[in-house]
Structure formats: C-alpha cells, structure tokens
C-alpha cells in the first residue's frame, strides 16, 4: 500500500506555523491538506477574537 504524502506516523515531520491570534504553533491536518495556505487560525475562538479586535 502506497503512500502519496512522506507521513508515516512522524508527527515531528509535519509542517507547522504560528497562528495569527495567539502565536501558539499549528501542526498540519489532514483536513487542511488542501487549504493549508490559507489557514491563518489555531481555533474558532482565535478566529473570532481577531474579528472583535478592531484594525489598527
């Protein structure tokens, strides 16, 4: 059984980045896989404190 994608339970290898709200670091889904490019968010409540905040 192949495998497209380099992950075989390595989480370490998984690409992260910070989230736009808190910073905290994201690891990659599988239900980003898609969209990851455009994931700015850790949570749906870094999602919407961004949205109360207003723009500087």
Do not use: H, I
């Not at 992950?7 to 905290?24: Q, V």
């Not at 239900?31 to 949205?51: G, L, N, P």
């Amino acid at each position: 059984m192949s495998r497209e994608s380099g992950f075989r339970g390595n989480k370490a290898s998984l690409p992260s980045k910070p989230c736009a709200a808190c910073g905290r670091p994201m690891t990659w889904r599988k239900k980003w896989e898609r969209t990851w490019e455009q994931v700015r968010y850790c949570s749906d409540r870094c999602r919407a404190d961004a949205a109360r905040r207003p723009a500087p």
